[in-house]
């Protein structure tokens, strides 16, 4: 570096968060880790478990929709290979749930450019006529607009809502876009719209329509509701610019079916303290009914079972760790609901879930209590050479693990990469081919740290305010 | 360079076609080309007319598979823009073709694991009964397994063909691997199978199945006929890997609809010599029915014509350049075949077609008499700051154009990078999206030159053999 240029630096600098960092307590000396610890990690780099799990269960069982006979053969599946694994306790915890299937989906512009557009109905979507529906279309391109216009420019329409997600590293678009759908429907019904159909909640430029759950409080009678791939989106916004009004038939037949039963698939590797605490890890058994769940979540699944396996094939951990492969978690989190109800008497230290996919681990946040901060410093020692770093929120984040934590479980979050996760999320394409194997064994290598650390911690892990 | 590595590399130049590239007659020094010509060029990388062709056909108009009302409404609006934009006898040329219409499509695995596939019925095919058709999947990884295979492996069947086409940048894959599409149905239907699945002709790995037509011989009844999406096909080779026998259902409702009109669009920029001959470009009206044809092949359209229209402003060319939409390629070149036969009896200097894709021009290949020779000359001189580079063998390519070549008509390849065209090449993701203006605008220059160059070439172009 030059010395006028190192100059105009320095000078800048005392105006900068760089200079502001200066002044700051140097951070602290990595914690140390046992080498048992950095040997059980590095030895899951080469795992294979995680990956038979996610292709074995996408090829022999496939979509396993909630509450269907899919979800159910799932479940016959996870009992014999998670029995098969070694597993102690292998069980199902039954419980019952109303079922929503999808039935007949098609979209077409009828005027003024006659084409077909591709959707997919949300879950608890209404149905159209079996005949379809015809009506004109308000189109608003974001959600603010649908807000701010009159009832009367969405009474008798179907309502377009388009609201493009944008893709971050957190997922931090889909609360916010996500709207359109979580809430946008019932609005929509309310404000007598016959039916409406929102962009994707996606990131991708194919295709491919993006599901989802959407709800309808009690007292709103449910439109048909569905979602357009984002090229369709983006094409009807372009009919639609042309200026003339846009004619739409939409025939959507999904139906619910009544209650069925589905269930949460437990195992565990029990530990040599009972009076430490629980550490429950897991993700979700039920897929989306378009593609095979292989990003959502056999990864999840896979990744947490493989982890729980090598700490089990090390020794007895002190505490006991519990699998848990939650059923019903996409169409509104009844497995997490229904673990929590039937296990709150139970002791947990900490809850973890894996359901974002199957890219790197970038992060981890914690929420645990003051006296079990070391455990996290030697999370963040253990983590580091994954590539991950440490995240300054809270801790505490999923559907399944939601209710558990709000009865105070402290919670350790190993936060995925969700810069391509919303391209195939809740799609068709959420197959096999999503799942790349270096990333799935780095998912693997980092849960196994981390159960290494957590269940074998010395540390008191006591109950948290949830975040 | 070290002396050392300078040492070993000069001797082992001498075993290498290092060494032999030397002893050659350096090449020629580049001819020269008139400012006009790079003017041209230069200008077109701003061209705005072949984005508003691709943009305003493929949302005003969508899917018009051939002979259907849609490829008769993309005539009008062809017919429309081409007026619009000052062509001289713009008309249509009407034939009628036999028409083949897509139905209801579906597909499970019913044993042993019970699962839906996706696939696309492929051009021609045949129908199962309305309720589908059940029977044992005989799968076979590629076409030699499944021809090596004896007839009693087959007979009752539904014949699977695996083909795992590689990704090239000339397209040389699609020839090779296509089989399974073009003869495999007959070969199957021959044999006694009672339908044909093939994997994709494809080089992706989403769940977009790529349609096409296949072909079933006078004599030979038509099987139900289609293709798995890549992750599809795979997923029924890992099941079927399980060793298990593999049970399918199959829902395919095609038919054949009778002859209906179809049409070629014609346009002309009226050139000063008459007897020079005709300067024939374009590319395909119609398109495959899943998607919107942006890449196939609005962007041919576009691409040629935005060129055309150039030329036209510039002045009068030497040579009459006729601008063809041709109908009905998809389906069987019916387009092309009609044209060659109506205009037999006109002297055609050249002809070239842009049919494989939008992605930018690497190489031009020619057929030309010896005496144009200087004309190919120019070519490379003017095509050569596009990144494009002259190719050895000879030139003349296309089913449009194919006919009119056969009759003696001197051949100008433009050839795209086909690296990514076979991703979307017939599936419901060829739309807009996958269309980049500046790879765009590279064609629509080279377009440019090419027709700067040839059209008013003073030397005669007389007519060639055929490659």
Redesign the interface.
Known sequence: MNRFLFAALAASALATPIFALAQRTPPPLPAAVSPEVERLRDAALTDDVAWTIV?GL??????RLAGTE?EA?AREWAVARLTALGFKNVRVEPYQMPVWERGAESAEILA?????L?LAALGNSGATPAAGLTAEVAVFPSMAAFQAAPDDAIRGKIVYIGNAMPRTQDGAGYGAYGTARFTGPALAARRGALAIVIRSIGTD????PHTGTTNFPQGVKPIPAAALS??DA??LE??AA?GRPVRMKLVLTPRMVGMRESGNVIAEVPGSDPSAGIVLVGGHLDSWDL??GAIDDASGLAITTAAAKRIMEAGTPRRTIRVVWFGAEEVGGMGGAAYAKAHAAERHATASESDFGADRIWRFQVNLPEEATPVADRLQTALAPLGITRGSAPGGDGTDIGPTLQLGTAAIDLNQSGWDYFDTHHT??D???RVALPALRQNVAAWTAMLAVVANAPEPIDPVKPR
Do not use: I, S
């Open positions: 292709e996408t090829t022999e069982v496939g979509q899919a053969r003024p450019f006659p084409q077909k591709t430029h194919h295709r491919f984002v090229p983006e094409q372009r009919v042309r593609g095979t068709p394409d197959v096999l081919d």
